[in-house]
């Protein structure tokens, strides 16, 4: 029977289909509609397998998995500007050690925009935005060096667009009373950076004297919270804390957040990232995170959306993801020296960044569109990939560090989301062994994926995860179902 399994998964990959052989049962894993069956190898011959998976349409004619694939690039092409970072100065009072703007040789931390860059960005993104909902956050370096100028940015925004959302990322060590009651009076989100306790935050995130930088932060957040400020914190996963995740979580929850993020470092321009992390540890680390948070009865929306653990929500709630980034067709970058690109990690070397008065000129449509496609589903070579419909297409600025050309294929990201993606599935399995188990069928139901949330269970049962911020960037499957010819018998097990 291990022969035949190697069969099946030798000839279905092009239907979109990876088997996992758990023994007695065999899972097949539909990664395009994110559907589950579990078949018992000794129940069935091939042939009878093959009717099996006709019936509930895991085995699906060319001509329905065409239509998917157009249903989904069609979706993948509806996305437009909407979301605006203005990054105001390079200038930071850290220096952290993964930093990848910072450690980058080309930087010029001494400019800080202009106030017509800035109101001339603002004026260009709105108009490319148009009347859809708009989204506005600060950057850096340490974008609260510069407040006073932020303030009149987000006046100017307001005046022209009321409803647009504003974010300001920042380390938290500039925080003070009148600040933060700026924030809470406009309804601004501010993400603080804080990578855990003291022992584990200062391994990496140190003032520009080398002294820690943990006291600045929390005293940020204390000063937030005294003042009634919606904030998120978001720690960055690398050697000083991928063995410890499970403190450096624990400690952000205990901050009381709206939010939490925790995401992958980028590698650096210059070298080697000297808190660089492997693919296998960095999967290890994100399934820890998530058994932990799940253990405890914390499995929060943000926590889903804000970190890699996205992978892990879209199986669950069977959504597939489209573009890992905003940059890829969402996103515009304002830079303090008054250009104009779409990733951020490209704003010190100035690739595919062009003047404001020249974004709408054909190279900058050219470098949009080029973005613009930057999906896993317009990359041939990403196909046969179990991960296609889960990983977004990874990281284009890793990519073009390690490769020297734009494209979505990050190894780092790729073997990173196989081993999550094989993970999750096992863990599917493991979770419903019971109701599997003296079925030689058993096709999974949406309400049984909702078991991966652990305690959280009950409270999901009537309840549609909604992926935030970017919608445009995923798609539910459940519509691709509707793409197919044949009327679905899935629920009749």
């Known amino acids: 029977m291990q022969e035949e399994s ?3 998964e030798a ?24 559907r589950n069956i579990f078949i018992k190898k000794d129940a069935y011959d091939l042939s009878e397998i093959d009717s099996i998976l006709a019936k509930y349409q895991f085995k699906r004619t060319n001509e329905d998995n065409q239509n998917i ?7 993948s092409e509806r996305c437009a500007i909407d979301t605006l970072w203005i990054i105001p100065t390079f200038s930071c009072n850290h220096l952290c050690t993964y930093c990848h703007i910072m450690h980058n040789s080309a930087i010029n931390r001494d400019i800080h925009i202009s106030e017509e860059n800035l109101h001339n960005g603002i004026d260009s993104f709105i108009k490319k935005a148009g009347t859809r909902q708009k989204y506005v956050a600060f950057y850096g370096g340490e974008p609260l060096l510069c407040f006073n100028l932020i303030r009149r940015a987000i006046d100017y925004i307001k005046n022209l667009d009321n409803k647009t959302e504003i974010n300001i990322f920042t380390n938290g060590s500039m925080i003070n009373d009148e600040i933060a009651q700026y924030i809470f009076e406009n309804s601004i989100f501010i993400v603080i950076s804080i990578d855990g306790p003291s022992e584990l935050h200062d391994k990496a995130r140190k003032m520009r004297n080398g002294e820690s930088s943990h006291a600045a932060a929390i005293k940020g957040i204390e000063i937030l919270k005294r003042h009634g400020c919606s904030f998120g914190v978001n720690a960055v996963l690398s050697k000083a804390i991928s063995a410890d995740i499970v ?4 400690f952000l929850i205990d901050l009381e957040p709206k939010e ?5 470092l980028h590698f650096f321009f210059d070298g080697e990232n000297p808190l660089e992390v492997t693919a296998k540890e960095s999967a290890e680390a994100f399934i820890v995170l998530f058994s932990h948070a799940r253990e405890k009865g914390i499995m929060l929306d943000h926590l889903l959306n804000r970190t890699r653990l996205n992978l892990f929500a879209h199986f669950i709630f069977r959504y597939v993801k489209l573009k890992d980034c905003p940059a890829c067709g969402n996103r515009i970058v304002l830079t303090p020296d008054g250009k104009m ?17 020249d974004i709408e000129t054909p190279p900058a449509i050219s470098s949009y569109q080029k973005w613009k496609k930057l999906s896993p589903f317009l990359n041939p070579g ?13 990281c284009p600025y890793d990519a073009f560090v390690r490769k020297k050309v734009l494209t979505v294929m990050d190894d780092f990201r790729c073997e990173q989301c196989r081993i999550m993606v094989e993970w999750i599935n096992r863990e599917l399995y493991e979770a419903l062994r019971m ?10 139901k949406d309400e049984d994926r909702l078991v991966l949330l652990g305690d959280s269970y009950e409270s999901r049962k009537n309840q549609i995860w909604y992926c935030s911020g970017y919608d445009v960037l995923s798609i539910d499957s459940r519509n691709l179902e509707k793409c197919l010819n044949t009327v679905s018998t899935r629920n009749e097990v």
């Open 247 to 250: 403190e450096t979580i624990d």
């Open 435 to 444: 109701k599997i188990e003296g079925n030689s069928i058993y096709l999974v």
């Open 69 to 75: 694939l157009s249903a989904i690039k069609q979706h």
């Open 260 to 264: 939490i993020g925790c995401n992958s």
């Open 382 to 394: 990403c196909n046969d990939c179990e991960c296609i419909g889960l990983c977004g297409g990874n």
């Open 11 to 34: 000839n279905r990959m092009n239907e979109y289909l990876r088997v996992y052989d758990y023994g007695e049962y065999l899972n097949y894993f539909d990664y395009i509609l994110m």
């Open 341 to 357: 690109g779409y990733c951020e990690g490209f704003s010190s070397s100035g690739y595919d960044y062009f003047r404001i008065a």
């Open 6 to 8: 190697n069969h099946f």
